[in-house]
Every structure is written in structure tokens, then in C-alpha cells.
């Protein structure tokens, strides 16, 4: 199977590439649609890919045929143009076109498509290359999703149309126009041509087998006697040039010219009388050759040696068959000059009668005049085609050619085009359900065309949507919707039985109209007034409630528009906010608030139900337009009040507020040393004291000092500061850069600021704000409270006992805490400071995040102000002095080491 869908790819490629002009004129014939819908998905896109590039010269021929998948023989040109179509360039759809649409789902779906495609089993259908037929109005009807109207439309306009449709949002949609769904008049092959294309062996004349009576001997024959009895022999013997055999024991016999019948009955008259007591069997042995000629109208006339029992469509065969302008009703035998017999093909292909088919003597003439009278027909015939008729061929002979009417033909409207005695055309309707109609002549030169019957469903309604059983039901009288949906059992879970659309279209003037009602209060009560009563072509909605409604309603819509007019205008209201199905619906006669939220699948679970309001549109005088804004008591109309159940207008627009801050639920996270650490939800207002005491305080071994608070919107702030300030020390950079040249020393500054670059970029804010855990768990009012926002984490590590140094110096290092220890003394235990330390700026960054620099930081003097505490960091920042500075080295060190500070203490909790 794999091997025969290769061999299709193939051949539907070639197919293709040995027509010439297909690339401005794109389209594929029946034989190859059929070909193209027979390959697997990916060789289907594969090829529809090729010759997608074929049409708009992104390929050539040998570009195309290297990505065939198997060598093939590539097809003569008369035998792909006898099945390759061309149409006109920019071809648009009518009724019958025939298409081919490539869904591809999109790469960059949000979550909300993905999960619309996943639960909706009818865009998952589509995806991919999908064949489709457009119907006799023009309209695309995609299943599931719904009908689009394409008239006029070109390719290109197709892929646009869909491609704005809201429910196809999830696919790249492309398309591409194939031609006329049914088969075209310059599709028509003449019938029976094809007869003699079979392999050679099939058609070739036995050689062997038994010989029929009426076979006349000749010379070159040869005749097997047996002879048994009183005088036994075997004997055969060739029939001279004379016609003459001489048969042992029964002297010699004239045998040219009789049929081997007579033979026989004379070889048994002349034993019996010759030879008495002996018994005789008479049978053919090899049988002569004869030269025939076939010539006229035949695809390779000449002079041919064939076996003697060779007959007229034998040797038509042995000629290469009839020509496409020879008849295969009128083919002659002639014998020294003379017609002897007639041969109609068509007696043999239609009927299987080879009454006619003479057998040939040598020197026959096989003469094959030129094609006759021909007709055509298509539409819905079983055999379309064109076909030879003589001179009283009738209207019903030429409905018996074609193989009869299809089943779904439609014989009251068959349409002649015909030429006229004045060598004009003219239009003939005939009705063939009429006797007299289908005995009249057919002329030469008719092209019938047998219409189909309609394909609307008559006496009939369809249920669509998310039911279990959808498609079309018989129409009764009174049949009400009840009739159709019996129960709710019949639909899928999740319908809703609140809103049900049904599409009327009055079976007179064919206007549509939509009209909608509750089902769930039709199934409940029968005899209520929600219980519609169906028309014939009625279509019958049924939504989901997870689902959106639009891709049904909005076709609707466009239909109710198209027939608007000036004094019937087209109306519609639409309802946004918290309704579960928010969008445009058709305005039905009084309709009312109630009935809107109904069509938007009802409240959701947000929705503010005490109030709404209605903006309402009027055209003044003629003249403008003005807005009106109508305040809503939704409490009322949920509660059945018709009072405040206001009627709606043409263009109405109905919005339903949600309930303030339903969405803000703040949590807090607290970890570490609390008694119930966790996530936590919170009111606005609350403090850190207040979610503290909520979680039952701090641990005995917690560390209040060393606690880090972070905040997603300082953590922010604090990128974007870092990144301006890494945009900044870059352009510093490319400045000091042009310096270079002048300054042998800028090598090493350069060196020193890309690192710092590196190191800047590199660095991700935390967003940590320096707060008194202690003053707040001790509940100080001295503003050291914190009022809490979403997101927010509080860290509370042990208690700490290490000091750690960091920046320029020898060996940076964390020590234990002793009391009494200067900032200097745990320098000195790290090593000493490096000589690009800035002994005056060194500064203390405090467990809960504060900075510390003192009065005076001088390394041989006396450090006045910092007191060395647990969990405290000292930092040695660089002596921007000593290399070339740069105006923001200061801040760009600074930002790094509190940055590695900040990221280790949130690292400590990971």
C-alpha cells in the first residue's frame, strides 16, 4: 500500500508537469482529486505544496520532479492532456466548486485558544488538508463550525474569508480553487475510444481451441485424420496451394473454400463407402496465417499477417485501434471491392453482442470511414461522455448511450443546445417524462445537459450543535421542538438548554429569519408557548456552554443583513460583561433584557446582579445619531419583573458589570522561622504585624534582625534601575574606547569596566526592603509596620553567628561573631586589605539589609559609630582612583556587592 501511494504521488506530479500552461492556469482534474485525496497527510500537503510553487514560479519542472518519491515513466502529452483540465487564470467559486483548504494550527496560540481547540472535537476535525464541495448557492459548510458564503470568491478571497472568521482564529488558513464539481463539457472524452488501449494479449486473436463449423479451409491448413477399425492410422496433412488434400487410404480432396463443417461430413461419407469397417475423427491442426489489410481512420494503417481466425475488431487492434476522428459505428469489410459486412462497436461495447464481428479471409479490407454525427452530454447521466449517432438515433436513444439518468438527475428540466437551421444556437428544453419527447431525433451537434434535482431537503429540519444524534429529521405536521429533542438525555453534557436558535426561511419569498426559545421550558411543559412549532427547513441550534456561539450566530447575522433593505432594516443587540457568551445576536420580536442574557449563555459567577445598563442608539429626524444610556434594575428582571424587563431596540448593547475586586485575592508567603509558615490569603489593609500574629509569631530560634522582605514591584523598580544603569556604563565605555589610542593606560581600564558590564548584566534584582521585624513584633507604633500587597514573601532565618567580609580584600571570608571585634579586626582576619581597596569608604551592610558607614572610616584611626553584630557583611569596595574612572564605578560596585548580598540571604531559604 505504501508503495502504490508513492507511485500515486508520483504520477499526479507528472500528471501535472507535462501539461503545458498549468502553472497560470491551477487546476486538477476529477481522476487526479481523487488521486490527491488517495495519499497520506503529509504526501497530500507534500504535493499540494509542489504545485502550489508550480503555479506562482517558485519551482521549475526539474526542481518538482526531484522530489517525486519513486522513478516513474512519464506519461505521454496527449495522455495527460485527454485528463488535465485547464481553467481560466483567478478562478472564483460558484455552486459545485470544488476546494482545497489547509488548516495549520498556529504556533503562538495563547492559552485560551489552545484550550478552545482541545475541547472542541470539531476544530480538531478540521485540522489539516480537507476536501470540500461548495453547494448550490454558494455556501461552504464546514461541519461543526458552520456555512460560509464564497460566491465570486477567488482563491485568494477564500483564504481571507476564513482566515477572519473568529472560530478559525487557531488556524493559518489557506486555499486553493480546483474547478467545477461536476464533469465540465471540455472534460468530455468520445466514447469507446479507450477500447484498444488494453495490454496487447487481451485482445489478440486464439490460436489455439477448438475450431468453430463455419471456419473456411484454405491453403496453409492443417488436418489431423484418424482412422480406426479394420484400417487404423494417424495422419496430418497440409492443404496444398491448390486447395487440395491428400488424405491417405482416400485419394486426394478439394478443400479451399469449405467450411470445416462440410469437410467433415465428406471425409465420413468417403470412409464409409471406401473403407468399410473403419471409423474416422476429423479435427484441425495448425492453422494458416493470412495478410489482411487494415486502412483508413486507424491509428497505424497498413498490411498485416494475422492468424486465420482473426475477426474485424482483431485486426482493428492489430492497427493500433480507431483513430479519435474515426467512427466506431460504421466499420467495413471488404472483400475484392465489395462491402460484405458492417461492424458497430458500439453493439459490442454497450450490449456485448459480436454477432457482426466477422471473421476474416485473406485480402479482407478492413476500412474504418470517418467519425459520424456526434452529440454530448453531461450532468446527471451515469456515462457522461460524447457519442456517435446515426441518423435516427432519438432523444431516449441518446439517455440509453449515457448508460440512463442517474438517480439523482432531474429529467423535467434537461436543456439542448442545439444548432439551428440557420447555423445559429438556440436552447431546447425537453422533458423526458414525457413519451413523445424522447422520440424525437436527436441532430448533430446536441449538447444535452441533465440537471440535477435540488439539493435542498424538503419536508425536513436539521438539529445541529452539541446534541449526541445531529443531522437532518423528517418534518411532520405540528411537529414542535419537543418532537425533535425529546430529552435532555439527547444532549451532550454541558448544553444549554436555556437558548436554542433555530433558522427559518419562508418557503415563498425564502427570507430567513432567526427565532430563538427556552428548551429546557419546552421539554418541561410541553404545552408552553416555548414548545416552537417547526417548519419545513427549520435548523435548530443547540449551544454549548463552554463553548462560543459566535461561529453559528454570526453566519446568521451576515444573512440577515444581506436581505436588509431601507425599509426593512437589519437588526441586532448585543450584551458584553459578565455573561458567559458575550457578542451580537439577531433582535427577535420583543425581545427583551431577560432574553438577551438567556442568547449570552445567562450570568456569570462575577456578574454585578443588582445593576446593568443599556446603551441605546437613535437617529434623529433623519439626520444624526444620538446615544442614550438606560439604567437597568438587573435585580428585578432576574426576578421575572416585566416592568424593568424593558423591550429591546435595533442595535442595543447591554453590559453587565462584574462585582468589584472579585479578582483581588492577595497572598502573602512567610518561611522560615515562623510557627506556621505558608502561604496566606489577605484583606487590603492588612500589616505584616497582623498576618504575624495569624501565623502564630516567630520561633524561639528565629532571627528577626537577619529577616529579608521581598516585593515583586521593587524587584522591578530595582531591574529596571540596574538595567538603565548597565545602558549607561556601556556608553562610558564606548567613550573611553575612543581614548584608547592617546593613553596607554585605557587597556586596563577597559578590562576592569567590561567586567563590571559583565557582572551588571548579569545580576538580577531581588527586590528586598530593609524593614525593623523586631520594632514590628514587639508592636512598637513607631511606623515600623508594613501594609502588605499581593505577592509579597517574608524570610526569617535563625539566629546567625557568622560576620562576612567581602570586596578588596586578601581572602574574602565568613567568621564567627565575637563580641568586642572591630570592623578592622575581621578585616585583618581575612587578610589584610588589596591594594585597590578604598580604605575610606568601607561600610557595613546590616543583617535585615541597612547600610552602616560611620562617621569616619579611617583604617589607622579610630572607627567611631559601627558596632559589629551577628549576621552583619563588611564590604572593602574598589578605589575607583587608582585606575581611570569612570562617573558611575562607585555606584555599579556598590549595586553588585549588595546585590550578592540580597540574592544570598533568598538563597538560604531555597
Excluded: C
Amino acid at each position: 500500500m505504501k508503495k502504490r501511494r508513492h507511485s500515486l504521488f508520483a504520477v499526479l506530479l507528472l500528471s501535472v508537469l507535462t501539461v503545458p500552461g498549468f502553472a497560470q492556469n491551477y487546476s486538477l482534474t476529477p481522476q487526479q482529486e481523487a488521486m490527491l485525496n488517495q495519499l497520506p497527510p503529509a504526501q497530500r500537503q507534500q504535493a499540494l505544496s509542489a504545485l502550489r510553487q508550480l503555479q506562482q514560479g517558485d519551482a521549475g519542472t526539474e526542481q518538482l520532479q526531484s522530489t517525486l518519491v519513486e522513478p516513474i515513466t512519464q506519461p505521454s502529452n496527449n495522455d495527460v492532456l485527454q485528463s488535465v483540465t485547464t481553467l481560466d487564470p483567478d478562478p472564483t467559486a460558484g455552486p459545485g466548486s470544488r476546494l482545497i483548504v489547509n488548516f495549520t494550527v498556529k504556533s503562538d496560540l495563547s492559552r485560551d485558544d489552545q484550550q478552545a481547540l482541545t475541547s472542541d472535537p470539531a476544530l480538531q476535525s478540521i485540522e489539516g488538508s480537507q476536501f470540500y464541495v461548495v453547494d448550490s448557492t454558494g455556501e461552504l459548510a464546514i461541519p461543526g463550525i458552520g456555512s460560509f458564503n464564497l460566491l465570486g470568491l477567488t482563491g485568494a478571497e477564500i483564504r481571507q474569508r476564513l482566515a477572519a472568521e473568529p472560530v478559525l482564529g487557531v488556524f493559518d488558513v489557506d486555499a486553493s480553487l480546483l474547478g467545477e464539481g461536476r464533469a465540465e463539457r471540455d472534460q468530455l472524452t468520445a466514447f469507446g475510444y479507450d477500447f484498444f488501449e488494453s495490454p496487447l494479449q487481451s485482445f489478440a486473436p486464439v490460436m489455439s481451441g477448438p475450431v468453430p463449423p463455419d471456419y473456411v479451409l484454405g491453403p496453409g491448413d492443417s488436418v489431423r485424420v484418424q482412422l480406426f477399425g479394420n484400417v487404423n492410422g494417424i495422419y496430418e496433412v497440409e492443404v496444398t496451394r491448390d486447395g487440395v488434400l491428400n488424405l491417405p487410404e482416400l485419394g486426394p480432396m478439394t478443400v479451399a473454400g469449405l467450411m470445416f463443417s462440410d469437410f467433415r461430413k465428406d471425409v465420413n461419407n468417403r470412409v464409409n463407402e471406401m473403407l468399410i469397417g473403419t471409423q474416422v475423427s476429423v479435427t484441425m491442426g495448425q492453422l494458416r496465417s493470412i495478410r489482411l489489410f487494415v486502412l483508413g481512420d486507424v491509428n497505424q494503417p497498413g498490411s498485416y499477417v494475422a492468424s486465420s481466425m482473426t475477426t474485424m475488431s482483431g485486426a482493428l487492434y492489430s492497427g493500433g485501434g480507431v483513430s479519435r476522428v474515426g467512427t466506431l459505428r460504421n466499420i467495413e469489410l471488404k472483400r475484392n471491392g465489395e462491402v460484405v459486412s458492417r461492424l458497430d462497436l458500439y453493439d459490442l461495447l454497450l450490449n456485448g453482442d459480436n454477432s457482426n464481428d466477422a471473421r476474416l479471409q485473406p485480402g479482407d479490407v478492413v476500412f474504418v470511414p470517418p467519425v459520424g454525427p456526434q452529440i454530448s452530454i453531461i450532468g446527471a447521466v451515469k456515462r457522461p461522455g460524447i457519442y456517435e449517432i446515426g441518423n435516427r438515433t432519438s432523444v431516449g436513444d441518446v439517455i440509453e448511450l449515457a448508460g440512463g439518468l442517474a438517480d439523482d438527475a432531474y429529467p423535467d428540466g434537461v436543456r439542448v443546445e442545439r444548432i439551428g437551421s440557420n447555423n445559429e444556437r438556440r436552447i431546447v428544453n425537453l422533458d423526458l417524462t414525457d413519451n413523445t419527447v424522447r422520440t424525437q431525433r436527436a441532430k448533430a451537434g446536441d449538447k444535452f445537459d441533465v440537471p440535477q434535482i435540488l439539493p435542498e431537503l424538503e419536508a425536513s429540519v436539521s438539529l445541529q450543535g452539541h446534541v449526541h444524534r445531529p443531522g437532518a429529521y423528517e418534518w411532520t405536521t405540528d411537529m414542535r421542538l419537543s418532537n425533535l429533542v425529546r430529552s435532555e438525555s439527547d444532549l451532550k453534557p454541558g448544553a444549554d438548554t436555556g437558548y436554542v436558535l433555530i433558522r427559518r426561511e419562508d418557503a415563498d419569498t425564502r427570507r430567513v429569519e432567526a427565532v430563538s426559545t427556552n428548551l429546557s421550558d419546552a421539554l418541561r411543559n410541553p404545552a408552553s408557548a416555548a414548545n416552537l412549532r417547526l417548519e419545513p427547513k427549520d435548523r435548530v441550534y443547540v449551544f454549548s456552554l463552554a463553548l462560543g456561539r459566535q461561529r453559528v450566530v454570526d453566519p446568521l447575522l451576515e444573512e440577515l443583513e444581506l436581505q436588509a433593505r431601507f425599509d426593512n432594516p437589519f437588526g441586532t443587540v448585543s450584551v458584553v460583561g459578565e455573561v458567559r457568551a458575550p457578542g451580537k445576536y439577531p433582535l427577535e420580536p420583543g425581545m427583551r433584557v431577560s432574553d438577551l442574557i438567556r442568547a449570552g449563555g445567562n450570568l456569570d459567577e462575577e456578574a454585578y446582579a443588582l445593576k446593568a445598563e443599556v446603551a441605546r442608539y437613535s437617529v434623529i429626524d433623519g439626520e444624526y445619531r444620538d446615544a442614550e444610556i438606560i439604567d437597568i434594575n438587573l435585580a428585578s428582571v432576574l426576578r421575572g419583573d416585566e416592568t424593568a424587563d424593558i423591550a429591546l431596540q435595533a442595535h442595543d448593547n447591554l453590559r453587565i458589570s462584574g462585582v468589584p475586586d472579585w479578582d483581588q485575592l492577595w497572598s502573602v508567603t512567610l518561611e522560615g522561622e515562623v510557627r506556621f509558615p505558608g502561604a496566606y490569603r489577605i484583606r487590603e489593609g492588612e500589616t505584616l504585624s497582623d498576618i504575624l500574629q495569624r501565623a502564630g509569631g516567630l520561633t524561639e530560634e528565629a532571627f528577626p534582625a537577619g529577616s529579608v522582605f521581598l516585593r515583586e514591584s521593587l524587584r522591578q523598580r530595582e531591574q529596571d534601575q540596574i538595567d538603565q544603569l548597565a545602558g549607561r556604563l556601556e556608553a562610558d565605555l564606548a567613550s573611553l574606547s575612543l581614548q584608547q589610542a592617546q593613553d596607554a593606560s585605557g587597556g586596563q581600564t577597559m578590562s576592569k569596566g567590561r567586567q563590571l558590564l559583565d557582572q551588571l548584566r548579569s545580576t538580577e534584582a531581588v527586590g528586598r526592603l530593609v524593614i525593623d521585624l523586631e520594632s514590628v513584633v514587639d508592636g512598637l507604633d513607631d511606623g515600623t509596620d508594613v501594609a502588605l500587597r499581593d505577592g509579597d514573601r517574608l524570610l526569617v532565618p535563625k539566629q546567625a553567628q557568622e560576620v562576612t567580609v567581602i570586596g578588596e580584600t586578601q581572602q574574602n571570608t565568613s567568621h564567627l561573631f565575637q563580641p568586642g571585634l572591630s570592623r578592622k579586626d575581621y578585616i585583618s582576619m581575612s587578610g589584610g586589605l588589596t591594594r585597590r581597596a578604598d580604605k575610606k569608604l568601607i561600610y557595613v551592610v546590616r543583617a535585615n539589609g541597612a547600610i552602616e558607614a560611620g562617621r569616619r572610616s579611617n583604617w589607622f584611626g579610630r572607627n567611631r559609630g559601627v558596632d559589629i553584630m551577628p549576621g552583619d557583611t563588611i564590604v572593602v569596595p574598589l578605589d575607583t582612583d587608582r585606575v581611570r574612572p569612570l562617573t558611575l564605578w562607585a555606584n555599579v560596585t556598590q549595586i553588585l556587592y549588595q546585590a550578592a548580598i540580597a540574592i544570598a540571604a533568598v538563597n538560604s531559604f531555597e
